[in-house]
DNA sequence: GTCTATAGTGCGATAGAC
DNA sequence: GTCTATCGCACTATAGAC
């Protein structure tokens, strides 16, 4: 056997997720899933810098995509277009995504109020970034904030929607449509 | 001296802010901000669960203000009407807060993560109970999660508008102000 | 890879308000 | 007497320092 094994991060995160199903993220040390594969509770940290973060991760990739999509946008697009273009690029990107396996997830993230906390956050981040990718294009503030924050809102709200029981369609779909229910708020009744 | 003074909750907040401005959110000790006060460490954690929510107070007032505020309204109202409802209701609530103590405040909290966190948290569960208040009156999903969530962001935008240097409008204006922008978010450009 | 600070918790004792 | 706020101690686990 190898000093050490390939891919620690990929395999401490597997092992973070289903020690914690099995018996709770609170009741799951880093110890514990650092143990289960075969390492030392020191260098769980160095792989994330605190335990929530082992659930958070692809977080990268995901902002990338974002504000990529924004950046590659033709000029003079208004708000909500640029918005459009970046939902459909980011719900593209989970195309090939398990949703078992982003059920389980969003399960044990939703049963503790710590790492709902940090999923908030990391919309926050992602709001900010999606906001001055929006300003880049030329969008004055406040309708940088306000479409920034509501891009977010909507594919949240759209992945909840992709994660519940007997939905069948894509992603994509469902993003389109929540946009376009946005983009009729004032119109209603 | 007794053996408890009374607003034994006040005098800790006041403390903390305080010592957190003085010396930093992570450079002070829960120990710290007791002993400020004549308390004893475990007593502080008697008044805030956690050491964060020592910042984050009066929130249930507002909680209970802006579901208030939407029960009340008329019916048949739309949606964006709703939240106007509820964003004038909180930011007059904002009226005679003294502009230097929420931005002594709000510094403190933007240079930690983990407060800033805290925050994030906080404005989301603040949308949660917005958008069961907007169902009480008749809105449907996935309307009732977008105006909902559009007035937290409208409400916390017109709020760092506020703290500005220079900024001399009420709060109420400004939330008015950054509420129509929203509104003409899809017919700009 | 070890050592330390400190957040956060559980429990029992105590002191005052009523 | 009860009820509630405070205290003090011991404990665990995270997170960072060395």
Do not use: Y
Not at 88 to 107: G, N, S, W
Not at 131 to 142: F, M, S
Not at 173 to 188: K, N, Q, S
């Amino acid at each position: 056997m190898a000093r050490w094994e390939p891919g620690a991060t990929a395999r401490l995160q597997k092992a973070a997720l289903e020690l914690f199903t099995s018996q709770g993220f609170e009741q799951t040390t880093a110890a514990e899933i650092a143990q289960a594969v075969g390492l030392n509770r020191r260098t769980f940290f160095r792989h994330f810098p605190d335990k929530r973060d082992v659930l958070f991760l692809g977080q990268q990739e995901l902002e990338g995509a974002l504000v990529a999509a924004v950046a590659q946008a033709p000029a003079g697009e208004s708000p909500m277009s640029l918005i459009g273009f970046a939902i459909a690029r980011v719900a593209d990107m989970f195309a090939d995504t398990p949703r078992e396996h982003a059920r389980a997830r969003q399960t044990i993230i939703d049963t503790n109020a710590a790492l709902l906390e940090r999923q908030h956050h990391k919309n926050a981040n992602l709001a900010q970034l999606l906001r001055d990718a929006l300003r880049d294009q030329g969008i004055a503030e406040p309708a940088a904030t306000l479409a920034a924050e509501s891009a977010v809102t909507v594919f949240n709200l759209a992945f909840r929607q992709w994660l519940a029981t007997n939905e069948t369609r894509t992603l994509s779909v469902i993003a389109a449509e929540t946009l376009a229910e946005l983009r009729a708020l004032d119109v209603r009744r």
